[in-house]
């Protein structure tokens, strides 16, 4: 696991540099490591360098990772506890573990998987966090609701007793032009703005960007940057 924290302070590093960019303080970006595909002494490695938050994409591989990592986590840790975040596509028959583990989910794009994971969690965990995926590149992405239907979704979800509805998530279809990066970005922070001051100071996440676009997304408003590969190195599914 060499080079976990170096190549987490040169997030750290170029997160901060964006925000100075943006005129934004950097206690304003979140960064939450993603670390699906790696394991448990990834994620150690990242939290004894001074990361709390970590994102997974598959339940299963999740919620083993999760448990793993509060056995092995050192009692001497400084600082609380870890928190998690799903990040991945959510099958009906699959939201009681995320509902049991986890502490956010940026997934949401149905209100019926919302109803079932705020009927699934437990009361001494308190609300889940929840932000909307929304399908900000339209035709060209399968994933998230269309910005037309963020607000009923939104209204539906905030009256879920177990819920805590955050804010939006996106992940645009890649581009490699800044330009054509920061486009998504801000159509989807003109859509928060707009609902925060229908739903309050609680809705207080903006859930975009991540390795190849992170810069971007700072720049337009992020509050979280989901980050995997830039801290955790190149991603093998096969092994
Ligand atoms: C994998 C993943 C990330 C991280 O992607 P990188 O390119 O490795 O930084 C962020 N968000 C979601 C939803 C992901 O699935």
């Known amino acids: 696991m060499s080079g976990i924290p170096e190549r987490l302070q040169a997030v750290e590093n170029a997160i901060v540099a964006a925000c100075g960019e943006a005129r934004r303080p950097p206690e304003g970006v979140h960064l939450l ?26 339940v299963q591989e999740g919620v083993d990772k999760v448990r793993a990592v509060a056995e092995a986590l050192p009692d001497s840790l400084p600082g609380t506890r870890l ?50 995926q929304v ?18 979704l939104a209204e539906a979800v905030a009256r879920l007793p177990n ?13 490699d032009d800044f330009a054509a990066q920061r486009a998504p970005f801000a159509a989807l922070r003109v859509l928060f703005e707009r609902l925060r001051e ?32 830039a801290i955790f190195g190149a991603r093998d599914y096969n092994k």
């Open 33 to 58: 490591a993603v670390s699906k595909t790696f394991g448990p002494d990834a994620v150690l490695a990242a939290a004894l360098a001074g990361q709390r938050a970590f994102g997974e994409n598959y």
């Open 135 to 152: 399908n900000i590149s339209g035709e060209a992405s399968k994933s998230g609701i269309a910005p037309a239907e963020v607000e009923a």
């Open 83 to 132: 928190t998690w975040h799903f990040i991945g596509p959510i099958q009906s028959n699959k939201t009681r573990p995320i509902a049991e583990h986890f502490d956010w989910v940026h997934t949401v794009e149905r209100e019926k998987i919302a109803a079932r994971l705020s009927e699934q969690r437990p009361a001494a965990l308190g609300p889940l966090n929840v932000c909307l």
């Open 198 to 229: 229908k739903f309050g100071p609680d809705f207080d996440t903006l859930s975009m960007g991540m390795s190849a676009d992170m810069r971007a997304a700072v720049l337009e408003g992020a509050t979280i940057v989901r980050v995997g590969s």
């Open 163 to 175: 819920l805590r509805l955050r804010g939006l998530m996106a992940i645009p279809e890649p581009a």
